[in-house]
C-alpha cells in the first residue's frame, strides 16, 4: 500500500521531491512553502455538520431511547360576551415536567398582548397589513395565577414580557412531577387577529384565547420567541377538556369531540350526526331552512355550553356563530364537517366531502388520520390551522376553496401531528405540507394539473425569484423574512426542493419511504431540522449533505451550460468531447437529450454527485456509430431549476 501511494504521488508530483532526507538542507523559506495550514472544505458537498447523536436524539434521526418532552393537560372554560366583544375564561393546567432538569419558574404565551399599543407587533409590521394590529387595543389580562399545592391556592409572581410571562413557582418542580395551575383572564376580541382569529359581525373565531405553556426541549431549554403574527406556533402535547359558554343561538365548532350532544343539539340533528357517521356522501345537519325557521336551535335565549374533549393535541380553538349551516360525512370513522354561512353555499356546499377527502388522501399516503374528526370553517380568516379545525374565507369557486381546505387540513399532519417549531422553521411545516398538497389537489382536480404539472408551475416561479435574485435562504426565521417572500420561501421553495429530492434524486419509492418514516418517528413529538435530515439520509441510504446545504441552508443558485464541444467523424463513428459548466453552486442532476441526424434521440441522466470533486466542469467522450449527433440539450423536459436555459443547448441558437 505505501509503495502504491508513493508511486501515485510521484506521478502526480515528480519523483525530484522525493530526494533522500539526508541530503535535503531546507532553508526556513523552503519549510514554510511545504507548511500550508490550508482552509476548511468549502464545497457543497463537504460534510454537513450535523450533531453527533445522543440518549435524547439518535443520530439516525430517531427520538433516542432517553427522548422527552413535557406534558400539558389543560380544563378551558372560555365565556364569549357578544354585547362587550369579549372573551373571559378560566383554566386548570396540570403541567408535568418530563425533563432531567428542575424548574423553578415556567414560561407562559401570552399572545393576544400583540394587540396591545406599544407591543412588538406594532413596532414590525404595519398597522393595516395582514398581520398588524389594525390600531386594536386588545391584549390579555390576567385576573389570577395560581398554583394549587396541598389544595391550597397560592397566587404567583409573574412576569410580562410582550407576548410571553415568565411565572416563578411555589416550590422547585423535580424531574418526572407535575404541579396545577389555576388561571382566569380575559380580553377583548379583535376584529381581525392579525389573519389568524378574529370576528366578523356575529360570528367568532377564537385562538391564541387562553394563556399557553411555552415549550421546554432538550434543544434550547425554554423557547420564548415572541408571537409577532407572521411565525406561528411551538406547543406541547396534551388532553383537552373545553367547554365553551355562548348565546344560546350559536352553533359552536371546536377541537374535540362534543361531549354533551343532548343538551346542545336537538334530536334531529343528532339523528342526522348518526346517519353522517356511517355515510361518504354529506348530510346536511343543520340547513339553511333549520335556521330560516328557527329548528336549528333548542332554545333561542340565555345561553348554552358546549363541551368538547380531546386526546394528545396541542392545542384547542373554536369558532360560533348563530348562522352556521352544518354538513358532515365519515370516512373510517373519522367525521368530517363543514360550518359556514348560507352566504357562503355556493362554494362550501362541498367543503364537508372537501374535508373527506383530504383526510382520506393524507392518511392512505403518508401517515394515518389520528383524530376523530375534522372542521373546515367558514369565516373572515384567510386560512389557518389548529388541531381538528380549519379556518378559511369563501373563496372565489371550488378550486380555489379546495386549495385552501385542503392545505390548512394538510397541517393536521404538519404540525399538528409532526410537532415541529414553527417560530423558528416555518419551511418544516408549511413548505412540507405545500407539498404534500400538490397530490391532494391533483387527486380532487386532475383538469386543474397533475402533480407533475403542478410542481412544474411552483418550479418556475422558484426560478424566476432566482433569476431576479429575490429569494432568501429557507433557513431564516419567518418573523424576519420579508412580508412579500413569505409564500415563495417557506411556502413554494421548500416544496420544490422536495419535489427535486424525491423525482429527481432520490426516485419517489425511496422518497415517499423516508419522508413517511420521519412522519411516524416523530408523530406527536419536537422534531428539528437535523432530524429530518437525519432521517432521510439513514432511510434512503444515500448522502445528501450536499442537497440539504443548497436547498435549506446555504441560498445558491444553479445554472448549467454546454461550454464546448470537440466532433470528429472517424469512419461512420461520430465521436465527441463535450465540456459541461456549473456556472453557479448549486448542483442537481444532470439531463442532456442528444438529437441525431435521423431524427432519432437518446437521453443521458447523470446523478448531482458528477460535481463532488470539481463543481465548475465535467467532462463526457461520447461515440455514435452511423448516426450524427446534430443537437445537444440539457434539462430539455425542464426537470431541474435552472435559472438560464439560453445556454443549455448545442449549437447556440
Known amino acids: 500500500m505505501r509503495i502504491a501511494l508513493r508511486s501515485t504521488l510521484a506521478a502526480l508530483l515528480g519523483a525530484a521531491i522525493f530526494t533522500p532526507l539526508a541530503a535535503q538542507t531546507p532553508t526556513q523559506q523552503q519549510r514554510l512553502k511545504f507548511d500550508r495550514t490550508g482552509v476548511p472544505d468549502t464545497s457543497l458537498f463537504a460534510p454537513l455538520g450535523l450533531p453527533f447523536g445522543n440518549e ?19 380544563d378551558l372554560h372560555g365565556t364569549l360576551d357578544t354585547a362587550a ?19 423553578r419558574f415556567v414560561w407562559m404565551q401570552v399572545e393576544q398582548n400583540a394587540f396591545k399599543s406599544g407591543s412588538l407587533n406594532s413596532y414590525v409590521f404595519p398597522p393595516d397589513s395582514r398581520f398588524g394590529a389594525r390600531n386594536f387595543e386588545g391584549g390579555d389580562v390576567i385576573d389570577h395565577f395560581n398554583e394549587v399545592t396541598a389544595g391550597k391556592q397560592m397566587p404567583l409572581k409573574t412576569r410580562v414580557e410582550g407576548t410571553i410571562m415568565k411565572v416563578d413557582l411555589a416550590a422547585p418542580l423535580a424531574p418526572g412531577h407535575s404541579t396545577t395551575f389555576d388561571v382566569a383572564w380575559h380580553f377583548n376580541i379583535p376584529e381581525h387577529g392579525a389573519d389568524r382569529m378574529g370576528r366578523d359581525g356575529s360570528l367568532y373565531e377564537l385562538a391564541q384565547w387562553y394563556p399557553r405553556m411555552c415549550v421546554y426541549d432538550d434543544l434550547r431549554g425554554w423557547n420564548t420567541e415572541p408571537y409577532l403574527g407572521q411565525g406561528e406556533f411551538y406547543l406541547e402535547y396534551g388532553d383537552f377538556n373545553l367547554a365553551v359558554t ?44 333549520d335556521l330560516t325557521s328557527g329548528k336549528a336551535r333548542p332554545r333561542k335565549t340565555g345561553t348554552m355550553t358546549w363541551r368538547f374533549h380531546a386526546n394528545d393535541v396541542r392545542d384547542a380553538v373554536w369558532a360560533a356563530s348563530p348562522d352556521y349551516m352544518w354538513d358532515a360525512s365519515s370516512w ?26 383530504s383526510i382520506m388522501e393524507y392518511s392512505e399516503r ?37 386549495n385552501v381546505v385542503t392545505h390548512e387540513i394538510g397541517h393536521m399532519w404538519y404540525p399538528m401531528i409532526v410537532g415541529s417549531n414553527e417560530r423558528m422553521h416555518m419551511w418544516q411545516d408549511e413548505g412540507f405540507n405545500t407539498f404534500i398538497n400538490y397530490f391532494s389537489e391533483a387527486r380532487r382536480f386532475p383538469e386543474k394539473g397533475t402533480y407533475a404539472e403542478r410542481i412544474a408551475h411552483d418550479r418556475a416561479l422558484v426560478e424566476n425569484y432566482m433569476q431576479h435574485d429575490v429569494d432568501q435562504p429557507l433557513e431564516v426565521q419567518p418573523d424576519r423574512i420579508n412580508p412579500q417572500l413569505l409564500g415563495e420561501n417557506a411556502y413554494v421553495k421548500t416544496a420544490v426542493g422536495l419535489g427535486q429530492l424525491r423525482d429527481e434524486i432520490l426516485g419517489p419509492e425511496i422518497f415517499d419511504d423516508a419522508f413517511r418514516a420521519y412522519t411516524r418517528r416523530w408523530a406527536f413529538k419536537h422534531p428539528s431540522p437535523d432530524d429530518f435530515f437525519h432521517t432521510m439520509e439513514n432511510v434512503s441510504g444515500i448522502r445528501l449533505d450536499w442537497f440539504f446545504r443548497e436547498w435549506f441552508i446555504e441560498n445558491p443558485h444553479f445554472d448549467v451550460a454546454v461550454d464546448t464541444l470537440e466532433q470528429k467523424q472517424v469512419g461512420n463513428i461520430d465521436s465527441l468531447a463535450v465540456l459541461y459548466v456549473n456556472h453557479a453552486r448549486g448542483v ?5 437529450r442528444f438529437t441525431f441526424n435521423d431524427g432519432s434521440t437518446q437521453t443521458f441522466d447523470y446523478p448531482a454527485e458528477i460535481w463532488s470533486t470539481n463543481t465548475t466542469f465535467y467532462e463526457r467522450e461520447y461515440a455514435f456509430t452511423g448516426k450524427k449527433v446534430t443537437k445537444i440539450e440539457i434539462d430539455p423536459d425542464k426537470r431541474s431549476v435552472d435559472i438560464d436555459r439560453t445556454n443549455n443547448v448545442w449549437p447556440r441558437g
Open 56 to 74: 435524547f436524539r439518535s443520530g439516525s434521526g430517531k427520538p433516542g431511547p432517553r427522548y422527552w418532552e413535557q406534558r400539558a393537560d389543560y
Open 85 to 103: 366583544k369579549a372573551l373571559t375564561g378560566q383554566m386548570t393546567l396540570k403541567y408535568t415536567n418530563n425533563s432531567p432538569d428542575t424548574l
Open 246 to 289: 355562548v348565546p344560546a343561538g350559536y352553533i359552536v365548532a371546536a377541537t374535540g369531540t362534543l361531549q354533551n350532544a343532548n343538551e346542545v343539539l336537538t334530536p334531529t340533528e343528532i339523528s342526522r350526526l348518526a346517519q353522517a357517521s356511517h355515510s361518504d356522501t354529506p348530510v346536511h345537519i343543520i340547513t339553511q331552512q
Open 332 to 357: 373510517q370513522g373519522h367525521m368530517a364537517y363543514g360550518y359556514y354561512r348560507p352566504s357562503a353555499i355556493d362554494t362550501w356546499k362541498d367543503a364537508a366531502d372537501m374535508s373527506r377527502m
Open 366 to 402: 403518508w401517515f394515518p388520520y389520528p383524530y376523530p374528526q375534522i372542521s373546515a370553517v367558514e369565516g373572515p380568516i384567510s386560512g389557518m390551522e389548529y388541531p381538528m379545525l380549519a379556518m378559511e374565507t369563501k373563496s372565489a369557486d371550488k378550486y380555489d376553496l379546495y
Open 588 to 592: 442537481l442532476p444532470l439531463h442532456v
